[in-house]
């Protein structure tokens, strides 16, 4: 299985189109459980039990891992709510449609 992005030891950077399909909500383009959120890495992937699994980071959005996923099957596990990953996946959206405003949003503007 091809996997793109940079890798980063055992986490990946990826753009936001490389995780998400840019129409409509975006979290619901995950192959995710959305009522399932795990703070910490999970020892395994919850639909085919691997226990390879990466943190995701998108640019742009949530500087750091924004969400889990399964180096077998793809599938994505969450860190944060639901609402919330929808609200960092737009920050790169929003860089997806305006090139020339790219940049990082402060962690801080978060809290
Ligand atoms: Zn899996």
Redesign the pocket.
């Known amino acids: 299985m091809s996997k793109r992005g940079v890798i980063l030891e055992e986490d990946r950077l990826v753009m936001l189109d490389d995780v998400c399909d840019i129409k409509g909500r975006l979290v619901d383009s995950l192959d995710a459980d959305k009522n399932l959120i795990c703070k910490e890495k999970p020892n395994k992937?919850p639909?085919?039990?691997?226990e390879e699994i990466s943190g995701v980071e998108v640019m742009g959005t949530y500087e750091g891992r924004l969400f889990w996923e399964?180096n077998?099957?793809?599938?994505a596990i969450l860190r944060f709510e639901e609402y919330k990953t929808e609200e960092y996946l737009q920050l790169a959206k929003g860089l997806w449609t305006n090139p020339s405003d790219w940049g990082f949003v402060p962690k801080s503007e978060f809290n």
């Open positions: 992937c639909k085919c039990s691997c399964c077998e099957c793809d599938y």
